[in-house]
Structures are given as C-alpha cells and as structure tokens.
C-alpha cells in the first residue's frame, strides 16, 4: 500500500498520559497535514509541514502538543498530560507541491482518553 | 476567518431521483473550494474541485460567488453514491489547509 499511513489506528489512554502518533506520506509529497475530527464534525486543522519545516500551526493546537517531521518524511504528533477532551480521530494527510489542493488522507488515529 | 456551512447532516434520496448537498463559506479573499467524500470503510478523498470544473463520478458544482455557495449536484442518484460528503475551502494564504464543513451524510435509497 503506497498511500499514507497512520499508526496506531487506536490508543486508549488514562487521562494525565502522554501518547504519540506517527504519519507516514505518501513518499514524493513534501507537504503534511494533522487534523482532529470529533464526531458529527469535519476535520479541523492542526498543523502543516513543508518538508521538515512546521509553517503553520492552528490555535487549536496548545502547547501540549508538539509535532514534528525530522527528516522531512514521516511526522510524529505528541499530546502530553492528555485530556477527555483531546478525545478524537487525528488525521494525517499529504500533498505534492504543485498539486497541494489534492490532499491524500491516511486512515486516522482514534484516541480514547479515559 | 473562513467558515465552511453544509446546513443537513442527513440527506435521503431514492435511486434515480437527482440529488442537491449544499455547501455555504464564509472568506474574505478568493477561495478555492472542494467537496471531499469518505464511503463506508475509506478514506477521506477528494471528489472534485471548483477550479477544474469537471464532472465525476456524475457530480457537478458551481461556485457563486454571489451566494457564496458550492452545492454539489447530481441528476440520477445511484445507491454507491451513498458516503460522507465534505465541502471544503481553502485561502489564498494558508498554505494549503482545508477548512471543512459539518459533513452531510447521503443515502440512497433502492
């Protein structure tokens, strides 16, 4: 499968733990997206990355979350001390530059915060 | 701010008759806007974009900018049409992030 994929597809965590996800584009893309879907809403964006650089962060994201793409590859998303509320599906998705409108999704990371 | 409405989180419709997702936005600037479409068990993916203009899968949209408004269009509605459908709008400055609406959920009935 050459698409973008996610890992783990689910996480269950104790409220007050950290967990981290990782995302891996499709391999040509530079561009990489996080968003958060909580049910009966659409996707609401995180963050983005061109290459290894983090241009763009949404005020969703507090500073409990970091996120980062070292090599400029594959990207990881951290939540520390997380919360019910962080509850949700975290999307990954990737584009090429010149076609950065068709963003290809990966399956997603449901997290449970218990 | 962009703002992406889709004012039914359900729509039913039987097989053959046509078919009408509405999609509103809010933005200042010129948007480029989409509709993303997730069937049952896959992935979010793009159905089409304003800018191409192009009809797939049987669907068309036509922005109006007057209106402010992307609704998504088909004549004859087939039973794999059923899905998640997403509008979607992207700003000239935000470096290629979508702002997605609610979702509507289509059915079609046999």
């Known amino acids: 499968d050459t698409g973008v994929s996610q890992d783990p597809r689910h996480k269950i965590t104790k409220r007050g733990q950290n967990v981290t996800f990782r995302c891996d584009p499709i391999?040509?893309?530079?561009?990489l997206y996080w968003y958060r879907q909580t049910l009966g809403q659409g996707p609401e964006f995180l963050t983005y990355f061109q290459n290894e650089a983090q241009l763009e962060k949404s005020r969703l994201l507090s500073d409990r979350f970091s996120a980062e793409r070292p090599k400029g590859s594959f990207s990881t998303l951290e939540i520390q001390r997380t919360e019910q509320g962080d509850s949700a599906m975290y999307l990954c998705?990737?584009?090429?530059?010149?076609?950065?409108?068709?963003?290809?999704f990966g399956p997603g990371t449901r997290l449970t915060v218990t | 701010a962009q703002r992406v409405t889709q004012p039914e989180k359900l729509l039913s419709v039987f097989k053959g008759a046509p078919v009408e997702l509405k999609c509103n936005y809010s933005y200042s600037g010129s948007p480029e806007l989409f509709w993303y479409v997730q069937y049952s068990r896959q992935r979010l993916q793009l159905l089409l974009r304003?800018?191409s203009r192009e009809s797939i899968k049987g669907f068309t949209a036509d922005l109006n900018k007057g209106e402010t408004s992307f609704h998504l269009k088909k004549p004859f509605a087939q039973e794999e049409d059923s899905a998640m459908y997403y509008c979607?709008?992207?700003?000239?400055?935000?470096?290629?992030?979508?702002?997605f609406g609610q979702g509507t959920i289509l059915t079609v009935h046999p």
């Open positions: 391999s040509e893309h530079n561009r």
């Open positions: 998705a990737s584009s090429s530059g010149d076609r950065a409108y068709e963003q290809y």
């Open positions: 304003h800018i």
């Open positions: 979607a709008l992207r700003g000239g400055t935000s470096y290629g992030k979508l702002t």
